[in-house]
């Protein structure tokens, strides 16, 4: 398998997705009529997701696999890649041209039957060995899986004209809940720690399970701060709290780790791989934070009242988290060479990012006032062009390093 193109790929696809964030930015300041802004976020929303981040984390889990059994061919894993290539591509199209309709529901359908087998097989695969971050790849994996359940609720809802503004909402929280918090995340923390352990750091097997049973718990129970608009009985939301409790202890474990090996990862990281860490890192922790005093029924209401503090919070993790780390993965793989060209196009991102996040931040805080800030949206579409000509610049000096290891 191709490992390091498939993993440029996904950063072109990233591309593509600041591309599609531009355009439907430009919508908003300027007249642009020939798209559907609807079906653009549809779009936009759905690449993201399977084009660029599940991408890179399928061809990044299976280098780890080719790593942990070197006799293992990944041609198996290559036709799944290119078939969520497919699907993500297919649903670009459909969802620009006509939303939700036959088409973007068949290639949708079609990605999560991907991600079903992707999870078979890297079980099939995973069972004859042990290493800390297998464990975190089933859990993330397993959370990939499960999401669906939102999704084809959904399907069934609209085919049987059943849907409900509680259950539509439920229903697309779960998914985004589950793949956000689930697969996103446990992916990255299995990715982290086996690059902790290549540069000999391993997480201690009695702390892994610790850890992970902590964030795995909170993120199953956690599911219910989506959905506090519903009537529970007091127990569960107790239950609720005690597992985001829970999962606060096992990011600050995983912290604990993190800093405690401080100096192996600045010997073996170079400082931009070391600032992107510690840039992903502030994210997840401020993502902890608000999850944390998201247990309080008014700030929870507070939070999911205001489109602008959702859509803030959706890039903080998104964005700032799970975006930068993956970068930082796929540098760390180093089937890359690097130049000084390449840390401006990373320079240039993060700054994007960064400002992206603090005027989203901003239009929200505003919102609970009822208050606009003045040429907010002309910012946000400079941003954006900042962030798409970045992705440009990274893509094009992603330099292979070794085109024999191809």
């Known amino acids: 398998m191709n490992k390091a193109f498939w993993l440029k790929f996904s950063v072109f696809n990233f591309f593509l997705v600041a591309v599609l964030g531009v355009i439907m930015r430009y919508k908003i300041v300027y007249s642009f009529p020939f798209l559907d802004q609807k079906h653009l976020q549809e779009a936009h929303s759905h690449f993201a997701f399977y084009a660029w981040i599940t991408n890179a984390i399928y061809v990044l889990v299976a280098i780890y696999l080719s790593k942990m059994k070197p006799d293992l061919k990944l041609t198996k894993y290559k036709a799944l890649i290119i078939a969520n290539i497919i699907s993500s591509f297919g649903m670009l199209v459909a969802f620009i041209y006509g939303g939700y309709f036959s088409l973007s529901v068949f290639f949708s359908t079609a990605a999560l039957l991907v991600s079903f087998v992707f999870a078979y097989l890297f079980y099939s695969d995973s069972r004859k060995f042990q290493d800390p971050s297998k464990k975190w790849f089933l859990g993330g994996l397993f959370f990939a899986v499960i999401s669906s359940l939102g999704v084809f609720n959904l399907g069934y809802m609209s085919a049987t004209n059943s849907t409900t503004q509680n259950m539509f909402l439920a229903s697309e929280y779960y998914y985004?809940?589950?793949?956000?918090?689930?697969?996103?995340?446990?992916?990255?923390?299995?990715?982290?720690?086996?690059?902790?352990?290549?540069?000999?750091?391993?997480?201690?097997?009695?702390?892994?399970?610790?850890?992970?049973?902590?964030?795995?718990?909170?993120?199953?129970?956690?599911?219910?701060?989506?959905?506090?608009?519903?009537?529970?009985?007091?127990?569960?939301?107790?239950?609720?709290?005690?597992?985001?409790?829970?999962?606060?202890?096992?990011?600050?474990?995983?912290?604990?780790?993190?800093?405690?090996?401080?100096?192996?990862?600045?010997?073996?990281?170079?400082?931009?791989?070391?600032?992107?860490?510690?840039?992903?890192?502030?994210?997840?922790?401020?993502?902890?934070?608000?999850?944390?005093?998201?247990?309080?029924?008014?700030?929870?209401?507070?939070?999911?009242?205001?489109?602008?503090?959702?859509?803030?919070?959706?890039?903080?993790?998104?964005?700032?988290?799970?975006?930068?780390?993956?970068?930082?993965?796929?540098?760390?793989?180093?089937?890359?060479?690097?130049?000084?060209?390449?840390?401006?196009?990373?320079?240039?991102?993060?700054?994007?990012?960064?400002?992206?996040?603090?005027?989203?931040?901003?239009?929200?805080?505003?919102?609970?006032?009822?208050?606009?800030?003045?040429?907010?949206?002309?910012?946000?579409?400079?941003?954006?062009?900042?962030?798409?000509?970045?992705?440009?610049?990274?893509?094009?000096?992603?330099?292979?390093?070794?085109?024999?290891?191809?």
Not at 183 to 202: A, N, Q, T
Not at 232 to 241: H, Q, S
Not at 246 to 273: C, D, E, H, R
């Open 176 to 406: 985004l809940h589950f793949q956000y918090n689930g697969f996103f995340i446990f992916s990255c923390i299995g990715l982290l720690l086996y690059s902790m352990k290549e540069i000999g750091s391993p997480i201690g097997e009695k702390k892994n399970n610790v850890l992970f049973w902590l964030m795995f718990m909170g993120c199953l129970i956690g599911f219910g701060l989506s959905i506090l608009w519903f009537k529970m009985p007091v127990y569960i939301f107790t239950l609720i709290a005690i597992a985001t409790i829970g999962q606060t202890i096992g990011a600050a474990m995983l912290y604990g780790f993190v800093k405690k090996n401080w100096n192996q990862i600045s010997a073996n990281w170079s400082p931009m791989q070391r600032f992107i860490l510690l840039f992903a890192g502030f994210a997840f922790a401020v993502k902890i934070a608000l999850q944390l005093g998201s247990n309080i029924r008014a700030v929870n209401q507070f939070a999911f009242g205001f489109r602008n503090i959702v859509i803030a919070y959706l890039h903080l993790v998104l964005l700032m988290c799970i975006a930068m780390f993956l970068i930082n993965q796929i540098l760390a793989t180093n089937l890359f060479s690097t130049s000084k060209s390449l840390f401006l196009g990373l320079k240039l991102l993060l700054l994007g990012i960064f400002l992206n996040e603090a005027v989203l931040g901003l239009m929200g805080i505003f919102s609970i006032t009822y208050n606009s800030i003045p040429y907010a949206n002309h910012a946000l579409f400079y941003i954006s062009l900042l962030m798409m000509f970045s992705l440009l610049v990274i893509f094009v000096q992603l330099k292979y390093k070794n085109r024999n290891q191809l």
